[in-house]
Structures are given as structure tokens and as C-alpha cells.
């Protein structure tokens, strides 16, 4: 009788960070480790192995990269260690379990490590199982995952739109911003966006429906390109830039407007962040400004699927995804985010399902 072997370890990949990075990021500071990853999990555990299909390319990712420091704002985004795995959200299949609610072969998206295999102990509050597969799978890392939410959150939440108003958004083609000039057309508001590039400028009056748009980076006066655009001031402001864009912004903002401030790219890789002076107008013009982590509001994601879900079967929802193939390449992918290399939702395809 032959000897029939049972594999009961697999080669697992790994994008480790190699530095605590100051300044802009470099592909040198991350580098792919090879380890192995026991294929079954510990019995009596809540652990759960997954393979990683798809990974999510995050800004926020850049924060984690610095040395801690418990008095930065910042450390309340916990650092990546030296020398271990980096960390962020993605879409994966469940390989084996002995979570009551996860059984082999189920499908998930939440909090995995960027490698070809993690083991999790899933909570409410960072992994979903996926029910709905009639739509891309990748899809849970941007327009049905944290961007998704983030957009919905940020428009019809805290900055709740009315028809008729005018609507700014900042990298207006990245991951949420496509999202939310869409949202801000359906719920009958004038939106412009700005961006990085001509192609990117075309994408959002040709694709995701912006009423206008430009190309910051010829803009010599930021103010006066937002004054081109909103002659009679500026409601709802979606901050994903802050720096030169927000002052600019601040002035012309009309009375009673608000800010829902989800990101800073422009600040991350600063040593010293830019000062903002046009701050008085907050006053002024009684503005509310709020920031927001849709980590916080996971109690809205069925709410948000709910909404969503039909607009996508539909085809009423456009969602651009700039997909890296294979993990070699998620550090060059990661780090292209700073500096305006993606066009659309930044992900890398690690497997297939």
C-alpha cells in the first residue's frame, strides 16, 4: 500500500517593514520574507487560517510606518513593528477553523497581515463575512469595504446634504473620493473635484459624473481655482488633503458649512506639518468641522450594504480599481499611494479564489 502524505504546512510570504520611516516612504523600507504557516489551526482555539485573496492599499498605512510615540497624535493608529509583517484590510478565504461562526471555505474581509496566509481570531468589530458574491470579491477592499463606508459615512452622516448644495472633494479619484462626488449626485448637489493629473481631472467628468474638476498641481491660487469653480461658496467640504487645500477651502466656505474630515495625505510624510491660517472662518461663518474613522461607525455597515448594494447590481455606481498582481508587488503598489502613481481604488491580488 502506498504511503499517501499529508501536507500540513504551506510557504507563506510575507511584506515585512524593514525601517521606521521619517519622510516620504521608499519601496526599500518594506521587502518580502519567506515563512512557513501550519495549515491547520490549534483545536479548542477561536482562531480561524485564512488565505489572502485581496489586500487594500491604504494612506492610512503611512502613519504606522513611523516610530511610536505615545505624545503624536498619530499613536493612536497602532505602529508596525520592525521586522514583523505589515497589517491592513483585505478580502480572504477561510482555510480552517475552529470559530463557531467561521466554517472552511466561508468568505471575509477585515483585518489580515499583508502576507499569502494569516491566522485570526475574528470580532464583530473587525472582520465581516461576506454574503453577497454575485459582485467582485475585490470590491470589499474599496467600494463595499472601509472607502465604501467611509464615503457614505462622511457625505450622509456628518455632513448630511441637501439638494441644491455645493459639494468639494479633495483626491477626488482616489478609493472614496469616487465615491462621494457619486453620492453627492444622487442626492442632487453640484460637485467639482480636484486631482492630480489630467487623466485623473477626465475620470471624474467622464466616469464618476463631477459637475467640474481640476488639476491642482496647475493651479498657482488654490482659493481663486475654488472660486472659479463655487462663485458662491462651498457647503460641504470632503477633506482627504488638508495643508494648502483646507486653508484655501477655509475661505471659501459659505456660512453653516461643513467639513468632514477623513484624511490628510498631504501631511503624512511632512517632518513638521504645515500650519493653517485661515482657521477665523470656522468662526465666522459658524462651519462644523468633524474628523471621522468609519471604524467607529461599523454599527452603520448594514445600513450601508443595504443602500449600496442595489446601485451596483444596477450599474448605477462606477467604481475604478487599480489592481497590483501578485504580493512581490504590493510594496511598490503601497508606496505609489504617495505619491499619485494610482489611478482609482489601489489593491494588490495575491490569489485567486
Known sequence: MANISVVTTATNNQVILRNYVSGFPKESDLYIAATTVDLRVPPGSMAVLVKNLYLSCDPFSRIRMEKPDPSSPASVARAYSIGKPISGFGVAKAIDSCHPNYKTG?????????????????????????????????FYTGLLGIPGLTAYVGFYEICSPKKGETVFVSAASGAVG??????????????????????????????????EAFNYKEEHDLSA????????????????????????????????????????????????PEGVHNLASIVYKRIRVQGFAAVEF??????????????????????????????ENGPSALIGLFHGKNVGKQLVAVARE
Open 225 to 272: 481655482a475654488l472660486k472659479r469653480c463655487f462663485p458662491e461658496g462651498i457647503d460641504i467640504y470632503f477633506e482627504n488633503v488638508g495643508g494648502k487645500m483646507l486653508d484655501a477651502v477655509l475661505e471659501n466656505m459659505r456660512t453653516h458649512g461643513r467639513i468632514a474630515a477623513c484624511g490628510m495625505i498631504s501631511q503624512y510624510n511632512l517632518k513638521e
Open 106 to 138: 466561508d468568505l471575509l474581509w477585515g483585518r489580515v497581515g499583508w502576507e499569502e496566509y494569516s491566522v485570526i481570531t475574528p470580532t464583530p468589530s473587525s472582520h465581516f463575512k461576506i454574503h453577497h458574491t454575485d459582485v467582485p470579491l475585490s
Open 298 to 327: 461599523f454599527d452603520k455597515y448594514s445600513k450601508f450594504l443595504d443602500f449600496i448594494l442595489p446601485y451596483v447590481r444596477e450599474g448605477k455606481i462606477t467604481y475604478v480599481e487599480d489592481i497590483a498582481q501578485g504580493l
Open 178 to 211: 469616487q465615491l462621494v462626488g457619486q453620492f453627492a449626485k444622487m442626492a442632487g448637489c453640484y460637485v467639482v473635484g480636484s486631482a492630480s493629473s489630467k487623466e485623473k481631472v477626465d475620470l471624474l467628468k467622464t466616469k464618476f459624473g463631477y459637475d
